[in-house]
């Protein structure tokens, strides 16, 4: 085991604290935080009850410390810098440094600004790890360096390709990403720009049907900060909608400062419903797929790893099936119809096939022959129609 000792030593302690915070809370979103609170808003008041009902909250720290930032209670932001020091919560302690650095004096300052990070001999640092580092190089006013391109890329890796998403670090995720980018306007969605354009509609299509309704609410938390990121995205306006009803509100429950910080109804947002109930990202070779917007409705998860589905009826996976305009045919034999598609919003997709398989298409010397990807999934080109066959070795 190997212990980094992050010093402070860089004269941190001649330097004043900004007002402004640095962290997560730009001035358009205290402004907007602020405003809550004058009106009284469902989100403010959940959370002032949570504040001044529940001591022993898990995330009490970080609850204090956003009270404090919002309203200037001395009181709560002595408690949460208190909180921060004695939890050595290394989330909560540069936030706390942040947010209520006019109430430290010098010996809390520094408490807050060194503290260790252990990592394992050979293991590379997790995202919330480097998250937690970030926010303190950030808080502490030291030298910023690079940001951490190829530790995303490898991360990115097994949030892409293998579907199941860890909410924890998925937020952590995005709380990286939105203080990389306010601190060097780098921003890391750079490293796969394909995919976090369309990651919103992902998430939202990874929800099963059960769900949907009644979300986790690490997943409803992550799903606010990702819209935050870049809520001018087509597909984060669709999450937007779906993450704002009325019934997901947390009323309750470690996520409801969450809630407050993130859930802005002043961004724009299009009615989920509206959006196609499928999604095939062909550079991670994903498929994900909901008969309608029910919470009954048949969903599938096709990927590398195998075929997820709930609800689904008996026998549909050898069976040519519609979700929205995808037309989702099996290779069930050597040869299928690819249907004539006349609407520039429809698809079509075949399945079914080996990683890599090759599909052989046109007729005389016009004869071409293009692999499956690693799901076993085959996009035809707009043009191609008529019979497609399984290439000959």
């Given amino acids: 085991m190997i212990v980094l000792f992050i010093s402070a030593a860089v004269s941190v302690w001649a330097q004043d604290v900004p007002a402004a915070p640095k962290l997560l809370l730009n001035a358009q979103r205290l402004r907007r935080l602020r ?29 204090l410390a956003l009270y404090y930032a ?17 939890k050595h919560d290394f989330r909560v302690m540069p936030l706390v440094l942040d947010w209520c650095g006019a109430l430290l004096s010098d010996e809390q300052r520094k408490k807050l600004t060194e ?38 890329r490898d991360d990115l890796d097994r949030f892409s390709r293998y579907g199941d998403y860890d909410y924890n670090d998925l937020y952590s995720l995005c709380e990286l990403i939105y ?10 969605r750079a490293t796969d720009s394909h995919f976090f354009a369309i990651l919103p ?14 979300p986790d609410w690490k997943m409803h938390v992550a799903a606010l900060a990702l819209v935050a990121i870049d809520p001018n995205l087509p597909s984060s306006q669709f999450l937007q909608s779906w993450a704002l009803e009325d019934a997901q509100m947390l009323r309750e429950g470690p996520g409801v400062a969450y ?56 026998h549909w996976q050898s069976q040519t099936v519609t979700f929205g305009h995808l037309t989702l045919i099996p290779m069930t034999e050597r ?14 997709l075949v399945w079914k096939l080996k990683p890599g398989e090759g599909i052989t298409h046109g007729t005389g010397k016009e004869k071409h022959t293009t692999p499956a990807d690693a799901a076993g999934i085959w996009r035809p080109g707009s043009a191609i129609e008529g019979k497609v066959c399984i290439a000959s070795h």
């Fill in 35 to 63: 405003r809550d609170r004058e009106r009284k808003t469902p989100r403010w008041v959940n959370f002032e009850n949570r504040i001044n009902s529940v001591p022993d909250s898990p995330e009490r720290g970080f609850e």
């Fill in 115 to 152: 503290y260790l990070v252990l990592v394992k001999q050979g293991d590379r640092l997790t995202i919330r790890e480097e998250r937690d580092i970030w926010f303190q190089t950030i808080a502490s006013g030291r030298e910023i360096k690079s940001p951490p391109e190829r530790f995303l």
């Fill in 335 to 348: 040869c299928v119809e690819i249907p004539h598609v006349s609407n520039r919003n429809d698809s079509v």
């Fill in 70 to 86: 919002i309203t200037g209670d001395e009181a709560k932001g002595r408690e949460a810098v208190k909180w921060a020091i004695n």
């Fill in 201 to 214: 509609e992902l998430l939202l299509l990874s929800v099963k049907p059960p769900e949907l309704n009644s």
């Fill in 259 to 314: 809630e407050l910080l993130w859930a802005d109804p002043y961004l724009p947002g299009v009615g989920y419903q509206n959006m196609e109930p499928w999604t095939y990202d062909d550079e991670h070779d994903r498929l994900l797929a909901r008969a309608s917007w029910e919470p009954n409705s048949c969903w599938v998860d096709i990927s590398p790893q195998g075929v997820k589905e709930e609800n689904c009826p008996p």
């Fill in 179 to 188: 203080v990389i980018r306010a601190a060097t306007r780098a921003d890391l």
